[in-house]
Each structure stands twice: as C-alpha cells, then as structure tokens.
C-alpha cells in the first residue's frame, strides 16, 4: 500500500491548514491510521491517532484542542486539521496506517508510512 500525504505549506501563526493523505493499493477498511510529525533534530512523535472505524480518537497533548483528526472510509482518506498554528507546530507531518483497528502512540507500530508533507509556521 501506498500512502500520499498533501496540504502542506507555509503559514502564518494562527493560521489553519488541512492535511489530507489517501491510499492506493489497499482500503482503509478495518485499520487504524495515525498522523506523526518530526521537526530537524528531534524525533517522530505521534500528533494524533484514529481507529477503525472512528470511534476512538487521541491527541498529543501538544495539539489538543487545535487538531482534528478525520476520515472518510468511503474515500480512503484520512484528514488532519490544524488550527491556531504555532511556530512549535513546524515540522515534516507523515500518516501511517497500523494494521490493526486501533491506533497506537508509538510509530514502531506502524505498518505503512506516507512520504511527508512540509508545514512551516512562521511568527
């Protein structure tokens, strides 16, 4: 499977974006995905998690309350919307998608990963 994460981009602090990241090759159906992102320097670190078929969701406590995680089973895409952007928020934001219906914190557990997408905030 293939997964392809987009809606990156440079914005202000304060601003919104939204991410998107789709699949081919295979459904989404049954399997819990998961948004991670990873500044220069620092680890992969888990942004948010969904399970199957949506039920169940988790925030880090850094984007609580700011980021909302998605999915649309029927297209096979899975969406993360951030608000109230901040300079901390910059980094490379990838999806996974774990092979189990519930999601975990921990990027090891995850199956397929999508390349990444850049979101820069700048002050």
């Known amino acids: 499977v293939q997964l392809q994460a987009s809606g990156g981009g440079l914005v202000q602090a304060g601003d919104s974006l939204r991410l998107s990241c789709g699949a081919s090759?295979?459904?989404?159906?049954?399997?819990?995905m998961g948004w991670f992102r990873q500044a220069p320097g620092k680890e992969r670190e888990f942004v948010a998690g969904i399970s199957w078929p949506g039920r169940n969701i988790r925030y880090s406590d850094s984007v609580k309350g700011r980021f909302t995680i998605s999915r649309d089973n029927v297209k096979n895409t899975v969406y993360l919307q951030m608000s109230s952007l901040k300079p901390e928020d910059t980094a490379v934001y990838y999806c996974?998608?774990?092979?189990?219906?519930?999601?975990?914190?921990?990027?090891?557990?995850?199956?397929?990963w999508g390349q990444g997408t850049q979101v820069t905030v700048s002050s």
């Open positions: 996974a998608l774990r092979s189990s219906a519930y999601y975990d914190t921990r990027p090891g557990e995850y199956n397929y």
């Open positions: 090759g295979r459904t989404f159906s049954g399997y819990a």
